[in-house]
């Protein structure tokens, strides 16, 4: 072998060792997770497929922020809600899409979710989450996760007025 072939080999082994150390070093995306950014406070991630959930319900905010929103849920979830399981069991996962609420250009009289604004998310861990009421929660917005400031308004408004729904606000619709 030709010293430039036992180089070139050398440098191709070290490249491939290298990289199996930097793929180590990468935590690996679990099933629950689609991304590596969690939310402060609480560590929560987008939970991976929530798109493909089922609709729990939707609402509107008529305010400032003017918003159309969809909560969607896990199988946990839906089987709580048909049930009429209170608490929540673990495992619950809740999702909430919202998107600025516009006029259809094609119809007047119709609203129609305009840009994405926020994704939301709370997870019900007895054990982990124990301090908030078994629930964890995440905000994120372009899939990334908001700032510590935002997530500590989550608990407390959701604490104060639904206590007696063990704090989630959404009701199933029909
Ligand atoms: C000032 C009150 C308020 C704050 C603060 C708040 N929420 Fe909510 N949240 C609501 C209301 C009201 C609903 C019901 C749906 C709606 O009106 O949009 C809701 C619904 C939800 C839902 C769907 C389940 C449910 O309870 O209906 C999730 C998930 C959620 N919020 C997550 C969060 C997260 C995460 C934060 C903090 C970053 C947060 N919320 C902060 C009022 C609040």
Known sequence: MRWSAIVTSCVVVAG??????????????TAATSTF???????????????????VGVAQ????????RAVVGNTTA???????TLPFPDGTVLVK????????????LAFVPGAPTTVQVMVKDSKRYAATGGWGFGRFIDGKPADETQHRTCFACHSTNVQGHDLVFTRFVP
Do not use: C, D, H
């Not at 491939?16 to 995306?29: G, T």
């Not at 905010?61 to 159309?68: K, P, S, V, Y």
């Not at 899409?97 to 516009?102: D, V, Y």
């Open 16 to 29: 491939s060792v290298m990289a199996m150390a930097l793929s180590r070093a990468a935590p690996a995306p």
């Open 78 to 84: 839906l089987q709580a809600y048909r049930a009429g």
């Open 61 to 68: 905010e008529a305010g400032a922020l003017n918003e159309l």
């Open 97 to 108: 899409l919202a998107w600025k609420r516009k006029q259809s250009s094609e119809f007047g």
């Open 37 to 55: 950014a969690t939310s402060p406070i609480y560590g929560l991630s987008l939970p991976k497929g929530y798109r493909q959930w089922q609709l």
